[in-house]
């Protein structure tokens, strides 16, 4: 198969479903979170390099990795003198500890070590509105999961294990609610569900 996009995990985090609409049915509609999210991108898209005190900033640099099938772009990489690297990825929405950035981020770092043949031990997502850092460390724990969603989204992607619908609060936010039907979709399983039960009496 062809490698995932970094930036999929965090779809795929969000909701396997919507995961599936945008990369196996390629279904995707805007709306004023995914809007302003690329242009929260678009501006800081320019490719560079520069020195910073004790590290040179790379800007947008693309990712690749051959043993895990994955690859993309990451918004910031800060190399530091005494061998650090850290990798930054930019969110449009508030400073929290959100799952899907976290995996997103390890994502990279993984990447990144195959590339540079070097440990990457932490990293951080800037938000934008909230104009802070969270603060990231690639423990044993986020490496593993990272990599168990890794795997669980090549299912999807081959079509070995496709994903129902699921009605939840991040449904209210969701650009492809039109196209999931979440809710319509829930109801008409329990109704389904409900006749078997009846019929087996």
Same mark, same amino acid.
């Not at 509609?29 to 320019?46: F, I, K, Q, R, W």
């Not at 990795?65 to 994955?70: I, P």
């Not at 799952?99 to 951080?124: H, I, P, W, Y």
């Given at each position: 198969?062809?490698?995932? $996009?970094?930036?999929?995990?965090?779809?795929?985090?969000?909701?396997?479903?919507?995961?599936?609409?945008?990369? @196996?049915?390629?279904?995707?509609? &805007?709306?004023?979170?995914?809007?302003?999210?690329?242009?929260?991108? +678009?501006?800081?898209?320019?490719?560079?390099?520069?020195?910073?005190?004790? !590290?040179?900033?790379?800007? *947008?640099?693309?990712?690749?990795?051959?043993?895990?099938?994955?690859?993309?772009?990451?918004?910031?990489?800060? @190399?530091?003198?005494?061998?650090?690297?850290?990798?930054?990825?930019?969110? +449009?929405? *508030?400073?929290? *500890? $959100?799952?899907?950035?976290?995996?997103?981020?390890?994502?990279?770092?993984?990447?990144?070590?195959?590339?540079?043949?070097?440990?990457?031990?932490?990293?951080?997502?800037?938000?934008? *509105?909230?104009? %802070?850092?969270?603060?990231?460390?690639?423990?044993?724990?986020?490496?593993? +999961?990272?990599?168990?969603?890794?795997?669980?989204? !090549?299912?999807?992607?081959?079509?070995? &294990?496709?994903?129902?619908? !699921?009605?939840?609060?991040?449904? !209210?936010?969701?650009?492809?609610?039109?196209?999931?039907?979440?809710?319509?979709?829930?109801?008409?399983?329990?109704?389904?569900?409900?006749?078997? %039960?009846?019929? %087996?009496?």
């Amino acid at each position: 198969m062809d490698d995932l $996009w970094i930036s999929s995990l965090n779809q795929f985090c969000y909701c396997p479903y919507r995961f599936y609409l945008m990369y @196996v049915e390629r279904v995707f509609e &805007d709306n004023e979170y995914t809007v302003a999210g690329t242009l929260h991108h +678009e501006s800081t898209s320019e490719v560079s390099s520069v020195r910073a005190g004790d !590290k040179v900033v790379h800007r *947008r640099v693309f990712l690749h990795s051959e043993r895990f099938g994955l690859r993309g772009i990451a918004d910031l990489i800060e @190399v530091y003198d005494d061998g650090r690297v850290v990798v930054i990825e930019h969110k +449009e929405g *508030r400073k929290g *500890r $959100w799952f899907n950035d976290r995996v997103q981020l390890c994502a990279q770092a993984l990447c990144l070590e195959e590339m540079l043949n070097t440990k990457v031990e932490e990293g951080s997502v800037f938000y934008r *509105r909230s104009g %802070r850092r969270e603060r990231v460390v690639f423990d044993h724990k986020l490496r593993e +999961e990272t990599l168990r969603i890794v795997e669980a989204a !090549k299912r999807v992607f081959e079509e070995l &294990d496709r994903p129902k619908p !699921k009605f939840g609060p991040r449904c !209210k936010g969701c650009s492809l609610k039109p196209f999931c039907l979440p809710e319509e979709t829930g109801l008409l399983e329990e109704q389904s569900g409900s006749s078997v %039960r009846h019929s %087996r009496r």
